[in-house]
T-cell receptor
Framework: QKEVEQDPGPLSVPEGAIVSLNCTYS??????FMWYRQYSRKGPELLMY????GNKEDGRFTAQVDKSSKYISLFIRDSQPSDSATYLC?????????????????FGSGTRLQVQP | DAGVIQSPRHEVTEMGQEVTLRCKPI?????LFWYRQTMMRGLELLIY????????DSGMPEDRFSAKMPNASFSTLKIQPSEPRDSAVYFC????????????FGPGTRLTVT
């Protein structure tokens, strides 16, 4: 079993829909959670990060962490065709600059999202 | 700012050949990461450096893989000899000490070993 699980999709939604992307994890030591977006043939880019449990909002994007369930989510409101990409969750047990171990940052395999105009 | 620069962007080689991938991190960043991405295994961390020193290379699949960072502006990932199962997209990423949450990824090198 992978340490971080993510449904690969593809997830296809109409423009304007609310999108929910999710990851589950097994390592209860994870405290730092990040969402990266990866366009086709490009490298991933950071969208948002959160620490511990709770919500964080940035424009149309909301990141949610439920540590009791080992479950994180990314919500996209008013989705646009330009949001079509692969979304990867990533997590770390230690504050990223103090990484010392193999699991410095563990990525999910990514969910491919397609927003239809 | 040019971002993280990787070369070559595409590499096609035959099994048994040596492959060298190159990376120039963003100026001023003190951490550098090498990742491999495949459909089957997703994004895997191979090795990372802090201040040019390798911190953790336990993600390197086997002795055929080696990485160096001779200075703060250059790193290489070498595969010798290459095998078809090494076919993947290899990403280099860098990170600044003052912004530990964000890794800046390069465009990747798409490697095909036939």
């Amino acid at each position: 079993q992978k340490e971080v699980e993510q449904d690969p999709g593809p997830l296809s939604v109409p423009e304007g829909a609310i999108v929910s992307l999710n990851c589950t994890y097994s390592n209860s030591a994870f405290q730092y959670f990040m969402w990266y977006r990866q366009y086709s043939r490009k490298g991933p880019e950071l969208l948002m990060y959160t620490y511990s449990s709770g919500n964080k909002e940035d424009g149309r994007f909301t990141a949610q962490v439920d540590k009791s369930s080992k479950y994180i989510s990314l919500f996209i409101r008013d989705s646009q065709p330009s949001d079509s990409a692969t979304y990867l969750c990533a997590m770390s047990a230690s504050r990223p600059h103090m990484d010392t171990g193999r699991r410095a940052l563990t990525f999910g395999s990514g969910t491919r999202l397609q927003v239809q105009p | 700012d040019a971002g993280v620069i990787q070369s070559p962007r595409h590499e096609v080689t035959e099994m048994g050949q040596e492959v060298t991938l190159r990376c120039k991190p963003i100026s001023g960043h003190n951490s550098l990461f090498w990742y491999r991405q495949t459909m089957m295994r997703g994004l895997e961390l191979l090795i990372y450096f802090n201040n040019n020193v390798p911190i953790d290379d336990s993600g390197m699949p086997e002795d055929r893989f080696s990485a160096k960072m001779p200075n703060a502006s250059f790193s290489t990932l070498k595969i010798q000899p290459s095998e078809p199962r090494d076919s993947a997209v290899y990403f280099c990423a860098s990170r600044a000490l003052e912004n530990p949450y964000e890794q800046y990824f390069g465009p990747g090198t798409r490697l095909t070993v036939t």
